[in-house]
């Protein structure tokens, strides 16, 4: 069974550009989160979707963030514009449908990240 | 907003020795997880700890988890130098699924 994978791996842009980057979940996950980790401090929530519906976005930083999961699938995360702050590591994570008991139905498989560096 | 302290922030050890990385919330948590980051890697996930004063083992490892559900810890023994990374622990709270991450314990172990 395929990972979380991530794209780009690696991503170098200037100041006010604008990036996207790409999740695509394990297969029949219906959880995905997006998280980040600023150089020197913990992996930070970003939000979460169940299928292709916000459930929530309480860690999204400002507007300049726009995550998006059409069809419930792959997920897609736009920095516009991007400035230097958002320098780090973004990880995407997924999920299978939890039932609220805390099985490992609620274990969250990462994807390899994507290392972002604004210049 | 939540947090969950997470102590020591590095570690070095000979190999053979032992190793423990400690976690702390001022709140109940729901569960904790601990998850392992090889250096340029991503965290992997290691285990899940859900009920009060919890005790799981993976091998060399032991996981705990506290009766008031607010820390734990895991403990390696006699580390190896394929246990060098970052260890985090990554808490949930009430039916929320985000996870709260610690800061992690970096892991050298000296050959």
């Known amino acids: 069974e395929a990972g979380v994978t991530q794209f780009p791996s690696h991503s170098v842009i200037e100041k006010g550009q604008t990036v996207t980057l790409r999740c695509d979940p394990i297969s029949g996950h219906d959880n995905l989160y997006w998280y980040r980790r600023v150089m020197g401090k913990e992996i930070k929530f970003l939000l979460h979707?169940?299928?292709?519906?916000?459930?929530?976005e309480s860690g999204m930083p400002n507007n300049r963030f726009l995550a998006e999961r059409t069809g419930g699938t792959y997920s897609t995360l736009k920095v516009q514009p991007a400035e230097l702050e958002d320098s780090g590591v973004y990880f995407c994570?997924?999920?299978?449908?939890?039932?609220?008991?805390?099985?490992?139905?609620?274990?969250?498989?990462f994807g390899p990240g994507t290392r972002l560096l604004v210049l | 907003g939540q947090q969950v302290m997470q102590i020591p922030q590095y570690q070095h050890v000979q190999e053979g020795e032992d190793f423990t990385t400690y976690c702390n919330s001022s709140?109940?948590?729901?569960?904790i997880q601990w998850y392992k980051q090889r250096p340029g890697g991503h965290p992997v996930f290691l285990i899940q700890l859900v009920k009060s004063g919890e005790v799981k083992k993976q091998k060399r490892l032991t996981f705990q988890f506290g009766e008031a559900k607010k820390n734990s810890s895991l403990h390696i023994t006699a580390t190896q130098t394929t246990d060098v990374g970052t260890y985090f622990c990554a808490a949930m709270t009430g039916s929320n699924y985000k996870l709260t991450f610690g800061k992690g314990t970096l892991l050298t172990v000296n050959p």
């Open positions: 979707f169940v299928k292709e519906s916000k459930q929530d």
């Open positions: 994570a997924s999920s299978q449908e939890g039932q609220g008991f805390w099985t490992e139905q609620e274990t969250q498989y």
């Open positions: 709140t109940t948590l729901s569960n």
